[in-house]
């Protein structure tokens, strides 16, 4: 793998319902800013995005958000940013996101998240990019989903191989360890029955 300079964060535009969302929110984007990692996420100034983005910058790091036009009108663009790029569809979004970035992040969140990561793992599985993908697994918010992965392999829809694409872990640091050393899979989603 590559070095990693940039990370991408996926987390939740709520802050949720226990505090210590917003406490890890804070924790790990005051590890990416004072460790010189680039934050790069969705661009908005509320819930945990707003979090991590405040404690990457107080930390004296770099963000960039990437924001979709209709979601900036609603006044929910960060406006202290190091860079703000607007653009014109959520599939835009997720795209300049992750040719910005060389990891990838999910924190808790809702719908957009679990999709922004689901996307950003079946890209690698298909092929479109070799870069890691972790799970903060804050609180065991991610435990549900990490079975229902390991339900998908023994049920034969997701190779193990591919299920290893998917870290996790409770401590920034330790996350970022993870994402570094990270080897990509050789093996691809099978595109022909006989190939397993």
């Known amino acids: 793998m590559g070095t990693i300079k940039s990370i991408a964060v996926f987390c939740g535009s709520s802050s949720g319902a226990n505090p210590?969302?917003?406490q890890k929110a804070i924790e790990l984007g005051a590890y990416l800013?004072?460790?010189?990692?680039?934050l790069v996420y969705g661009g908005g100034n509320i819930g945990l995005m707003g979090k991590i983005a405040n404690a990457a910058l107080d930390a004296g790091g770099e963000v960039t958000g990437v924001l979709p036009h209709f979601l900036n009108k609603k006044e929910v663009g960060h406006v202290a940013l190091s860079k703000l790029i607007?653009?014109?569809s959520m599939h835009e979004r997720k795209q300049?996101?992750?040719?910005?970035?060389d990891a990838f992040i999910a924190m808790p969140g809702g719908f957009g998240t679990l999709e922004e990561v689901s996307e950003m793992l079946t890209w690698a599985q298909l092929g479109l990019h070799q870069k890691p993908i972790g799970l903060y697994n804050i609180n065991g918010f991610y435990n549900s989903l990490l079975t229902q992965l390991d339900v998908m392999v023994a049920e034969g829809f997701?190779?193990?191989?591919n299920r290893a694409m998917?870290?996790?872990n409770v401590d920034p640091s330790d996350l970022i360890d993870g994402l570094k050393s990270y080897t990509p899979v050789s093996?691809?989603?099978?595109?022909?029955?006989?190939?397993?």
Do not use: R
Request: aromatic share 8%; no cysteine.
């Open 166 to 168: 998917v870290l996790e």
């Open 86 to 88: 607007l653009v014109d």
């Open 20 to 22: 210590i969302y917003e």
């Open 187 to 196: 093996v691809l989603k099978w595109l022909k029955p006989d190939q397993s």
């Open 33 to 38: 800013g004072a460790n010189g990692f680039h």
């Open 96 to 101: 300049k996101i992750e040719q910005l970035s």
């Open 158 to 161: 997701l190779k193990l191989q």
